[in-house]
């Protein structure tokens, strides 16, 4: 999905569901800089689970479109998001009509990323 050009809700796509986009959302928690922290956190604050809760209703909302288009079995996540997934999993889940694995690379996996994003706009080396 191009998301750095897609529009949801009146903003671009790639500010609501990025790492930028969560850290946004739990600013007001006081969690600036440390989405690793807010994790932690979130076990024993009901506050942030909510903000993990109510992403993962808008992420799955957002790609359930697309997903379905295409007949996608599974929708895997991976990169740093993935630290956090206990806490949306569910609430992404219950708008897919596919279902939602965890990459066992986690944040190394945003590595395969860009590496595929090098090789499709300048070949493989």
């Known amino acids: 999905l191009p998301l750095y050009d897609c529009i949801w809700k009146n903003q671009r796509v790639d500010d609501i569901f ?8 739990l600013a007001s928690l006081g969690f600036y800089d440390n ?9 024993n604050n009901s506050q942030i689970r909510n903000v993990f809760e109510a992403w993962g209703d808008d992420l799955g909302q957002f790609l359930n479109a697309s997903i379905s288009s295409f007949k996608a079995e599974a929708l895997i996540v991976q990169g740093g998001l993935s630290g956090g997934m206990e806490y949306f999993a569910k609430s992404l889940q219950r ?23 090098f090789n499709e706009q300048y070949g493989s080396i």
């Open 35 to 43: 989405p690793k922290q807010a994790v932690t956190e979130a076990k």
């Open 95 to 117: 708008n897919l009509s596919a279902r939602v694995v965890k990459h066992s690379l986690g944040s190394k996996a945003a590595l395969l990323g860009a590496s595929d994003a």
């Open 18 to 25: 990025s790492i930028r986009g969560l850290m946004s959302r």
